[in-house]
Every structure is written in C-alpha cells, then in structure tokens.
C-alpha cells in the first residue's frame, strides 16, 4: 500500500489538493453572494438577507438547495449540444484557472512527493493562466447564440466584443511586471517582490502604478463585473447571455462569475501586491500576532452579538462560532509554529478579499458604462496606455542595466 | 506502451476526430467548435515535445484570438444550416488521389525516420526560445511582423474604401 501511494503520489496528491481547493473555492463563491448582499443592502441603507439563519448566515446553503430543486425547461429550438456545453465550458474554464496560482510560500513533502500551497507550480503559469482565460469567451458567445433568444444574442455578441477588446490591455498592463521580473513564473514573481525585507516598498504596485489601474480596469471588464456588466444589462436585455437558462445551469454560469473574480483578485495580489509577503519590513516580527490580534476581538463581538441576539437560533449558535474563533485568535499565539505557518495564507486572503470588496464597493456605486463608450474606452484609451506603459518600463530597465 | 505515448494517441485521436468533425459538420458554429477542439489538441501534442511556449501561444492565439473571430463573425451574420451538396466530380478524380498520395507520402517517411522518434525530450525554456528568435532569426521574424502590418494596414484601406 505504502508503495502504491508513493509511486503514484504524482496523481493522488493532486487530486487530493484539487478536491479541497474546489471544496474551498465553492465555499467562498456561495459566502461572497452573501457578502455581496449584505455590502450592497447596507450601502443603499438595508438589511439585505437576514431571514435564514443568523445575520442571514444561511442564506447561500438556502440558494444551493433552491437551485438544485428548480425545474430546468429548455426553450424551443435551441441547439442542444451547445446549450448544454455552454455553462460547463465556462465553470469548468474557470474552475481550471485557479489550479496555476500559488497561495503561500510552503513547499511540503506528502508521500515522497514535493508540492507547494497550490495545484501546478508551472513555470510559465501566468501564459497558462491567460491561455484558460483566452477560452472563456466561447462560454458567454455559445450560452447567447444556442439559446435561440435575441435577447441573449446580443448579450453574447457585446460580451464577446467586450472580452476581446479588454484581454488586449489586460495581457499588455501585466507586461511591465514580466519585465521586471524576468519570469512568467507566479512563484517568482512574487520572490522577486520580497526585496531585501522592506515590506511593501518593493512591491511592483509603485514602480507599475499605471499597469496596475490598467491592469484592475481590464480585468473588472473580463469578468463582466459593474461597471462592465453589458452582457447582462438588465434594462435591456433581460439578463444577457443567461437569460433563457434556469436552475443548475444558470448557477454554474453565477459560480463562474465568482470564481473568475476570485482568480482576478489572486492575480492583481500576485502581480502587483507581493502575493504572501508581508507589507511590513522583515525586522518588524511583532507584526507576526497581527492575525491573533485581529481574531480575538472579532470572536469576542460575535460572541457579544450572538447573546442578545433576536432569535433562540441565533442566540445558541452565534455565542459558539464566537468562542471558536477566539480560541483559534489564542491558539496562534500559544503555538507560535501553527502562527508562522500561516502569516503567508493569512496576507493572501487578506489581499485577495480587500479586492473582492472592492468589486462589490464598485457595484454598488458606480453606473453602467454606454456600449459605444466601453469600446471607444478600451480601444482609445487603455489600449495606448498600456502600451505606452510597456515602452517606458522597458526603455527605463535598459537603462538601469547599462 | 510508455504514459507519454498513450497521451500521444489520445491526442492525436482527438485531433482527428475534430478535424473530422470539422468536415462533417453542417452548422458553421459547430465546425468552427470542432477546429478550437483540434486547436486545444494540437497544443497538447507541442506540450509534449517539451515546446510549452509554443503550446500556450497556440492555445492563446488560435485557440482564443483568431477562433473568437470565427465565431463572432458567424453569429454576427446568423449563419444558418448549410444544405449537403451532391459528390462533386472534381474530388472524385482529383482529390482523393491527391488524398491517398499525401497520406502514403508521410506514412512512407515517418516509417523511415523511425530513429529520429526516439529522441529524449527536453523542455525549451522560454528564454532560450526567445534569445532564438531575437538574436538569431530577428530579420526573418521583424520581417513578418512587417508583413502582418502591412496585411492589417491593406484590411484597414479596403474597409475605408467606400468613405
């Protein structure tokens, strides 16, 4: 048995990995609606989800079990294979995308076999990376057209318009970065941005500030997101590309969504914010307790919320979540080995979800762009400027080396 | 049989099986599926010859690029079903000797090299592929980013024309 495992560790640890990082990824896809909701009901001055479970906890659990029972019609005359193609391209492509990003700094040992925190450590990940986003048009431009729907054509059409159009500037803003770093690795990309243990001053957000905002630009249009969301504008086209489809297959195109924002959010932390380091200067290892500092008051409050909280449920199962968190707050400090291990994931995350707030902050207060404008934008205005950025960075490095 | 020859003959079958598809097809949207399927496979094949680059640009490029074209512009002009057409004379007598004689051509000169196939695979770095093209060969390659400049510019004239 044991010879079995470490002969094919190649495949079982990977697939071990895959398994927990969809588990994962699933998870926070279903608590970002949450987070979403509550974000944007409390910027418009509502209470947003608050019925299932405390706060609303159990809303998303409420939305999955929704979706899986609905009735799934298909319209008349659609065509068949790609109607039922689309929305497994698409979750699949995104799903995949996440396999190339490291999340932390550890390389570990299971069963004889070398692995880092993360699926592939390929060392032309971001190509990788671009490549898989390459092919996630076909699932928007498929959904539309197979849907025999005008209304979901022409949300397929303006989507595909739009990926094409802002891939372009989104493949050219991380080019400085590429320079500066000389790899197509994300592993070393990031290496590269620990300096020599100044913290945040090396990060490549300073010297690529312009490739960063064309960067975020770009990739708020990839996903589809406000105020890039025309293939969905729902004052015009019902729902866009999505609109004729119900049930599982309308939540695998909602979970892609999710994901891809998730994977655009790892890439900017990747890119341009230093992944896992640390924003503070190496000298500074007080900064290590800043995990246990933020968790304990935060499970002190929920269990501070959860006693006079407005429901029996509430009030039982708030006190415990509370205690938990509190308990892993002390935890960290007392084993200050677990505390080591995790300050890399810990930065990570904490980056990773600064950008998804941004996401839904941006939802919630910015308008749609007009189709003419998002194109005259993408094509006048970022396309140049990220070429431009291209120029100066290489023009700038050449004379550094000389 | 090795594990990188049984991926071998599950790509190439998929290879041909879109290209045969591809042929078959009565839609243009799924010939054009059928051609990202033969794309994705080929690029498969390249990362097996260790040429990872390569595999990603053709992923990127062809796969992404130029077969999203393909597509818009099938679905911009609503493409519908095309009707089969009767055996035409011409690929009776013309081209499927032409067929046989390529295919006995190549299966006659992979049946000779058979040494050449042994080769041990090494990985290309990009950098090496790179220094390659911008050292060794930049006239050739500047050359043709000319030559594609100059087919965008001639598209770009021709769209114009009517202004």
């Not at chain 1, 910027?43 to 899986?68: E, M, N, S």
């Not at chain 1, 431009?141 to 022409?154: D, E, I, Q, R």
């Not at chain 1, 866009?240 to 119900?246: K, M, P, Q």
């Not at chain 2, 930049?138 to 202004?163: C, D, H, K, M, W």
Request: proline residues 4%.
């Amino acid at each position: 048995m044991n010879e079995f495992l470490t002969h094919y560790a190649f495949l079982i640890v990977p697939i071990i990995k895959i398994a927990i990082l969809v588990f994962i990824v699933l998870t926070v896809d279903a608590y970002l609606t949450w987070i979403e909701r509550k974000v944007i009901a409390h910027i418009q001055a509502r209470w947003g989800p608050h019925r299932v479970g405390p706060h609303g906890l159990l809303q998303p659990l409420a939305d999955g079990v929704k979706f899986i029972f609905k009735e799934d019609p298909m319209p008349a005359h659609v065509d068949k294979v790609a109607y039922f193609l689309a929305p497994f391209i698409t979750l699949m492509l995104a799903l995949t995308s996440l396999a190339v990003i490291p999340f932390g700094p550890q390389h570990f040992a299971v069963f004889g076999y070398e692995s880092g925190v993360g699926i592939a450590d390929v060392n032309i990940s971001l190509l990788v990376l671009f490549a898989i986003t390459a092919l996630a048009v076909y699932g928007v431009a498929l959904a539309g057209w197979a849907s025999n729907s005008k209304y979901s054509l022409l949300g397929g059409l303006r989507s595909s318009a739009q990926m094409i159009s802002y891939e372009l500037a989104l493949t050219l803003s991380v080019v400085g970065v590429l320079l500066i770093a000389g790899d197509f690795s994300l592993r070393s990309i990031v290496d590269q941005q620990a300096g020599s243990g100044h913290g945040l001053l090396s990060w490549n957000v300073f010297p690529q500030i312009i490739g960063f905002i064309c960067f975020f630009i770009a990739a708020i249009a990839e996903t589809n997101r406000v105020p890039f969301d025309l293939p969905e504008a729902e004052s015009e086209l019902v729902a866009g590309f999505h609109t004729e489809y119900a049930s599982m297959k309308f939540a695998m195109f909602f979970i892609a969504e999710y994901t891809s924002m998730i994977t655009v959010s790892c890439l900017a932390t990747i890119m341009f914010f230093g992944g896992w380091l640390s924003p503070f200067p190496d000298s500074w290892t007080f900064t290590h307790y800043l995990p246990s500092v933020l968790m304990i008051p935060f499970g002190l409050w929920v269990i501070f919320d959860g006693i006079r909280y407005e429901n029996l449920f509430g009030r039982l199962v708030l006190p415990v979540v509370g205690t938990v968190l509190t308990l892993i707050g002390a935890g960290l400090i007392v084993f200050p080995v677990f505390n080591d291990a995790i300050q890399g994931i810990f930065w990570f995350m904490a980056k990773v979800f600064t950008f998804l707030f941004v996401y839904i902050w941006m939802r919630g207060t910015l308008p749609r762009f007009r189709y003419d404008q998002l194109m005259s934008f993408g094509w006048k205005f970022l396309l140049p400027v990220s070429i431009a950025n291209v120029v100066v960075t290489s023009v700038v490095i050449l004379w550094r080396m000389h | 049989m090795s594990a990188p020859l049984v991926i071998f003959f599950v790509l190439a079958a998929i290879a041909v099986a879109g290209a045969v598809s591809l042929i078959v097809q009565r839609h243009p949207i799924h010939s054009a599926l059928s051609l990202i399927v033969v794309m994705v496979a080929l690029a498969g094949l390249y990362l097996l010859m260790g040429a990872e680059f390569v595999a990603a640009v053709q992923i990127i490029v062809y796969g992404g690029a130029i077969m999203v074209l393909f597509i818009f512009v099938i679905m911009l002009l609503n493409a519908g079903e095309e009707e089969r057409t009767n055996f035409s004379k011409l690929a009776l007598y013309a081209g499927i000797p032409m067929a046989v004689a390529v295919t006995g051509l190549i299966s006659a000169a992979i049946v000779n090299s058979s040494a050449v196939a042994a080769q041990p695979v090494t990985l290309t770095s990009t950098r090496t592929l790179s220094t390659l093209l911008f050292k060794e060969f930049v006239y050739p390659f500047e050359l043709t980013s000319f030559l594609i400049l100059v087919a965008i510019l001639g598209a770009i004239v021709l769209a114009q024309r009517e202004n």
